[in-house]
């Protein structure tokens, strides 16, 4: 990567090398496992002139979303996070029945389904096919496209203005960042607002969430980094939300420049701690890639040791974020025979370069193992609950990030 995809800097500094993973959503099925399988470079940097984190764009958009393997529905934690978002954008801004709200990205509805029940006017624009369809058949109406000026454009001819337009879990899945923000503004209504959700690099950085880092997201945003990129497409940052989601999100809520007002004191004080955290100079940056290399030795070391012991491990979900710990880490079904996720989606199928094999959750009762890895360790409360039935053989969970976490669960 020579030069910074939002403010064309060639001043691009190193901030972790993880090698060369493939796609991290590729999951692969059982007559894929004798083939040739790509993968490409992993390498976040951060442009030091305006502090977007970012890995280059080696994949396109089209070549992981045409068709997609997560489901936002089976989060039963994530469904619920909608709900509460719904019902309070719908109080902040005075959503009523002549309200219109577009969401990019919407998956198979989760969040949408909610703006129906309460009879608002809504449109999804998911760009991928077979999840598109699910949001359909649950009765929330989806465009299958990809947002870019010409289609907010098309979008907001055809329906009209929204009144608020929702990009959550987006912002860093495109690579061209001005182009969508400026699809954003197309869709957005001259008075009207943008609310997108996107992990904070800040506790990405403090809670050694490397995880988080693989092809899909192309870059990665502080509160600062987010300001430049909204405002190069015509929007303005007027306020912010600190979320517990994927282990710390910022809420970023926007208006068009020309009615933003000034921005709420929230926004003053997260960057303020941006910049004591050193976010905004390489000192922030420069000890991360040595933790990260902390994680690592310590999961391995706990899954070797446990081999030996003749101890069972398993795993619990195939999220993204799982193929980039499992394949940084180098663990291969010897140390990890399975994984169980409850996206049927995925059963019978393979994680991408580890090919670890994916089954369905009731496996791990019947195998009782002694310990179950908890990939998606940013739900760690709707899984400590979920998975509370091994404490009946004495079953514990593990944890790898932020540090390797071994818990005995109650019932």
Sequence with gaps: MTRCRLCGSEAMASVVDLGATPPCESFLAADQLDQPEPAFPLHLRVCTDCWLAQ???????????SEYAYFSSYSTSWVEHARTFVADAVRRLALGPDAFVVEVASNDGYLLRHMVDRGIRCLGIEPSVNVGAAAREADVPTL??????????AVRAEHGPADLVVANNVYAHIPDVVGFTEGLRA?????GWVSIEVQHLLTLIEENQYDTIYHE????????????????????LVDVELLPTHGGSIRLWARPAEVAGEPSPAVADVLTREKAAGLQELSGYTEFSARV????RDLLKFLVEAAERGETVV????????????????????????????NPYKHGRFTPGTRIPILPPERIATDRPDYVLVLPW???????????????????LVFPIPELSIVEVKA
């Design 55 to 65: 890995i280059p764009p080696l994949i396109t958009p089209e070549e992981t979303f």
């Design 378 to 396: 940013n739900l760690r409360a709707e899984l400590t609950e979920q998975l509370s039935f091994v404490h009946e053989w004495g079953g514990r």
């Design 217 to 236: 997201h192309f870059q990665y945003y502080t509160v600062a980094s987010a300001t430049r990129a909204l405002a190069s497409g015509g929007l303005t």
């Design 315 to 342: 795993g619990y979900g195939a999220p993204g974020k799982g193929n980039t710990l499992l394949n940084h880490c180098g663990i291969r079904p010897d140390l990890l025979p399975y994984t169980v996720d409850r």
């Design 293 to 296: 290399a902390k994680v690592r």
């Design 187 to 191: 869709l957005v209504a001259d008075d």
């Design 144 to 153: 299958t496209e990809f947002l870019d000026p010409g289609v907010g454009s």
